[in-house]
């Protein structure tokens, strides 16, 4: 018995070794995606937001400290960080509520794990996308 368990956490290390790493990186968005492929990742975006919002607090400190140096990034990114957090929980949940009406991210990264050394920027107005 002991040797299957040993045989098959043996198999699950090889296999996870073997699997070549991974580099998240900013593909360019497919020119047509219809409206369903619109909607959907507009909803799923506004989950993530919803969901992950919290991480613009760290997120905003190491941007801050990297800009203006390490206190500024304790202090300065610490509160810029807790309204990002703010801003992007809220427009996560405005996207999941009006999903159905196919809209450019008013929040850019559209998530906070891209892009991760750039500030997060707002935009002030609602844009369409041609879903045609």
């Known amino acids: 018995m002991k040797k299957i368990n040993y045989m098959a956490v043996a198999l699950v290390c ?16 497919p020119v ?4 369903t492929g619109t909607i959907a990742e507009k909803f799923g975006t506004g989950v993530t937001n919803m969901g992950l919002g919290w991480v613009e607090i760290p997120k905003t400190m190491y941007v801050s400290s990297m800009q203006d140096g390490v206190l500024s990034g304790l202090t300065l990114g610490l509160f810029k960080g807790m309204a990002n957090t703010f801003g992007r929980m809220f427009l996560g949940m405005a996207d ?5 009406i196919p809209t450019k991210p008013m ?20 844009e369409l996308y041609n879903t045609r």
């Open 107 to 126: 929040v850019t990264p559209d998530v906070v794990w891209r892009d991760f050394g750039t500030e997060t920027a707002y935009s002030n107005s609602w």
């Open 14 to 29: 090889v296999g996870l070794a073997s699997v070549p790493p991974c580099h998240a990186q900013r593909e360019p968005a």
């Open 32 to 35: 047509y995606r219809g409206y």
């Open 96 to 100: 999941m509520f009006t999903f159905m």
